[in-house]
Antibody
Framework: EVQLVESGGGLVQPGGSLRLSCAAS????????MSWVRQAPGKGLEWVAN????????YYLDSVKGRFTISRDNTKNSLYLQMNSLRTEDTAVYYC?????????WGQGTLVTVSS | EIVMTQSPATLSMSPGERATLSCRAS??????LAWYQQKPGQAPRLLIS???TRATGIPARFSGSGSGTEFTLTISSLQSEDFAVYYC??????????FGPGTKVVVK
């Protein structure tokens, strides 16, 4: 059974940093693209970033380029999202999702709140 | 960026009725279109990819159609568990992938 468990969310001040993690199990993690998708409170879904199986190709939403970095550790079956220079508009539930373009499996999400 | 729009924003239906949800892309996405269902407090659930291919475990009452810029999700006979928000998503243009604003299906 595919399982994705996010962690690392919380309250952070504008300009601060946070690192999200996603622990994956139930599939061969090292052979799949992985993605982060977010949802602001009461709003719709927004793709944030994705990464290829080797970790060498990465794509980002324009509004997070230069601030967020997606990475993975295939030895630990883990996906990460390093978020720097956080803005209030980054407040959202961040979901880890399996695959690169459509997402049949999602984690439960972790809430990131950017507020002073 | 490809902009996705959905109509209507809210659909008031009764159980057992047929629901038709629309999604439009600002430029052709071929058949690279997915549909998701989301219930309150839950992660989205993939229903359809490739515009018309049901995901694993999705009931046959859900069907997708369309190509290019116009797409439709049909729920043939609404069940109580189908009242939720539905999003379309294009994945033709690699960056960024974009979602529509959603259609909320509510009980009439």
């Amino acid at each position: 059974e595919v399982q994705l468990v996010e962690s690392g969310g919380g309250l952070v001040q504008p300009g601060g940093s946070l690192r999200l993690s996603c622990a994956a199990s139930g599939f061969t993690f090292s052979t799949y693209w992985m993605s982060w998708v977010r949802q602001a409170p009461g709003k719709g879904l927004e793709w944030v970033a994705n990464i290829n199986p080797a970790g060498s190709d990465k794509y980002y939403l324009d509004s997070v380029k230069g601030r967020f970095t997606i990475s993975r550790d295939n030895t630990k079956n883990s996906l990460y999202l390093q978020m720097n220079s956080l803005r209030t508009e980054d407040t959202a539930v961040y979901y880890c999702a399996k695959d690169g373009r459509t997402w049949p499996f999602w984690g439960q999400g972790t809430l990131v709140t950017v507020s002073s | 960026e490809i902009v996705m729009t959905q109509s209507p924003a809210t659909l008031s239906m009764s159980p057992g009725e047929r629901a038709t949800l629309s999604c439009r892309a600002s430029q052709s996405v071929s058949n690279n279109l997915a549909w998701y269902q989301q219930k309150p407090g839950q992660a989205p659930r993939l229903l359809i990819s490739g515009a018309s291919t049901r995901a694993t475990g999705i009931p046959a009452r859900f069907s997708g159609s369309g190509s290019g810029t116009e797409f439709t999700l049909t729920i043939s006979s609404l069940q109580s568990e189908d009242f939720a928000v539905y999003y379309c998503q294009q994945y033709d243009n690699w960056s960024p992938f974009t979602f529509g604003p959603g259609t909320k299906v509510v009980v009439k």
